[in-house]
């Protein structure tokens, strides 16, 4: 079945540094790929949506300069996140849209 | 409103009980529903997906959609304390391909 890979899968960084996770659609092209971000006990909230060769589309409060999001391959998206603070440390989580969504494994980013 | 609502719980059942999880949606136009289930730490995992009213039954699971309402609902039959996790309904968002979440309903399966 259709797998995308994220990495890493957890990250500690200080603040003020930048982070890159990336997600890899192994088997299938992601025209696609929806980011979402998880605080602990609440639910997935969509971040943006990109679609491959074009800007992201970012949801209503998401900083855009913030979160960097690149997808300029099919099968490669990525989602950078800038000057990183505490209030940033979260799970993300990548879906591949494709004949269903197809999840990544997630990354649990700590700020320090 | 949210787009979509979901009761937090905890649902505590005894095992071999059924749960009944229960969701709800604003927008008219979905088309997709689906229910995922989630382990702390973990990504979502696929459990049912359904898409037009009426039940769809997988093994001991049982999705119902009911447009009409915008309810979509999800029953686990012969439950397992393995059962236990958070199950998140989601909904297409129109023609965007964009998956909403609701917040979830915390499952607990007592032996």
């Known amino acids: 079945g259709a797998v995308v890979s994220q990495h890493p899968s957890w990250v500690i960084c200080k603040s003020g540094t930048s982070v890159k996770i990336e997600c890899r659609s192994l088997?299938?092209?992601?025209?696609?790929m929806f980011w979402y971000r998880q605080f602990p006990k609440q639910s997935l909230m969509l971040m943006a949506t990109?679609?491959?060769?074009?800007?992201?589309?970012?949801e209503q409060g998401v900083e855009k300069d913030k979160f960097l999001i690149n997808h300029a391959s099919l099968t490669l998206s990525t989602l950078t996140v800038t000057s990183a603070h505490p209030e940033d440390s979260s799970f993300y989580i990548c879906?591949?849209?494709?004949?269903?969504?197809?999840f990544g494994s997630g990354t649990r980013l700590t700020v320090v | 409103q949210k787009e979509v609502e979901q009761n937090s719980g905890p649902l505590s059942v005894p095992e071999g009980a059924i749960a009944s999880l229960n969701c709800t949606y604003s927008?008219?136009?979905?088309?997709?529903f689906f229910w995922y289930r989630q382990y702390s730490g973990k990504s979502p995992e696929l459990i049912m997906s359904?898409?037009?009213?009426g039940d769809k039954e997988d093994g001991r699971f049982t999705a119902q959609l009911n447009k009409a309402s915008q309810y979509v609902s999800l029953l686990i039959r012969d439950s397992q304390p393995s059962d236990s996790a958070t199950y998140l309904c989601?909904?297409?968002?129109?023609?965007?391909?964009?998956?909403?979440f609701g917040q979830g309903t915390t499952l607990q399966v007592k032996p």
């Open positions: 879906s591949a849209l494709n004949y269903g969504y197809t």
């Open positions: 088997d299938f092209q992601a025209t696609t």
């Open positions: 990109s679609n491959e060769g074009s800007k992201a589309t970012y």
């Open positions: 927008d008219r136009v979905s088309q997709s």
């Open positions: 359904i898409y037009s009213n």
């Open positions: 989601a909904v297409n968002s129109g023609n965007t391909g964009k998956l909403i």
